[in-house]
DNA sequence: TCATTATATCATTAAGTGGTGATATAATGA
DNA sequence: TCATTATATCACCACTTAATGATATAATGA
C-alpha cells in the first residue's frame, strides 16, 4: 500500500514518463537535442502533420518538458531541463543492452511498419 | 523525415518509455527497487489485483525492465538493470524541479483520486 | 490422486489516447 | 482593413490499453 505522497510522486512519474511513452512525441524531443526549433521546422524535422505536433507540444509543454518562446509569428521550443537529454541518453544505453527484449515485447505493437525484416 | 534505424530506435524508446508510464506498473518497479519479490508480495507492496500484476509483469518483462526466476511454486521478479533505477532516480530529480508543470497538466488525467489536497 | 497455493492467461468492458481536418487565434505587412 | 502566415484548439473516430473475473497451469504436499 501507498502512503498519499508516495501515490502522487507515481502519479507525477508516470505522466512525466508518457511525454517520452509516444513515438510522436519522442521524435519531436528528439529533434529538439539539437537546438530549439519552431512549429514549422518540428514538421519538417519529424514529418508529422502540424495539428498533430502542436496538440503534442501542448502536452510536452504542460508536462513540464519543453518551454516555448514566441519570436514574431514564431514559437521556438526547446527542451526545459538537460536532464531530458540524460534521461534520454541513459534510455539509449540501457536499450543497447536489452534491445532484443524490448522489440520481442508484443504487448504493445509498433504504430507504424516497423520495417522488422524478420 | 527519419531514416528507417532511426525509426526503429524511436519504436524501441517508446517502448521502454511506456514500462514506466502507467501507475501501476511504475508502482511494480518502485517496489523491486529495494529488493526482489514475488508476485504475492508484490501484490501486498502495491495493493494491486494479482491478474493486474500478472499482466503488467508480462509486458515489463517482455519489454525487458525485470527478470524472473522461479523458485519452487514462487516467480521472483527483479529489476532487470541497474540503469533503470537510475532513471527513476533521474525521473525523481527532474520531478523536484518541474512538478508543478507536470502536476498542472491536465491532458492526461490522473486515473484514481490522486487526494490532492488542492 | 487430490487439494491447495502461486502465478499466468484469456475475454470482456470501459476508458484513454493519437491522428486528422476544420477552424480559431495571433502576428505581420500591404 | 484585408490577406497571409504561423500556431493553437476542437471534435470526431479508430485504436489502444488497463482492470477485472473466470479459468488454466504448475508446483507442492498429503
Not at 97 to 113: F, H, L, N, S
Request: charged share 25%.
Amino acid at each position: 500500500m501507498l502512503l498519499t505522497s508516495e501515490k502522487l510522486e507515481l502519479d507525477l512519474k508516470s505522466k512525466l514518463f508518457r511525454g517520452f511513452s509516444d513515438t510522436s512525441r519522442l521524435s519531436i524531443l528528439e529533434s529538439l537535442r539539437i537546438k530549439p526549433l519552431n512549429v514549422g521546422e518540428i514538421v519538417q524535422a519529424t514529418g508529422l502533420n502540424q495539428s498533430n505536433i502542436s496538440n503534442h507540444l501542448g502536452c510536452l509543454r504542460d508536462c513540464g518538458l519543453v518551454m516555448s518562446e514566441q519570436r514574431g509569428r514564431f514559437t521556438y521550443y526547446r527542451l526545459a531541463d538537460d536532464r531530458i537529454d540524460s534521461l534520454l541518453r541513459l534510455a539509449e544505453e540501457l536499450l543497447s543492452d536489452v534491445a532484443k527484449g524490448v522489440y520481442q515485447c508484443t504487448r504493445y505493437e509498433v504504430t507504424e511498419g516497423a520495417n522488422n525484416g524478420d
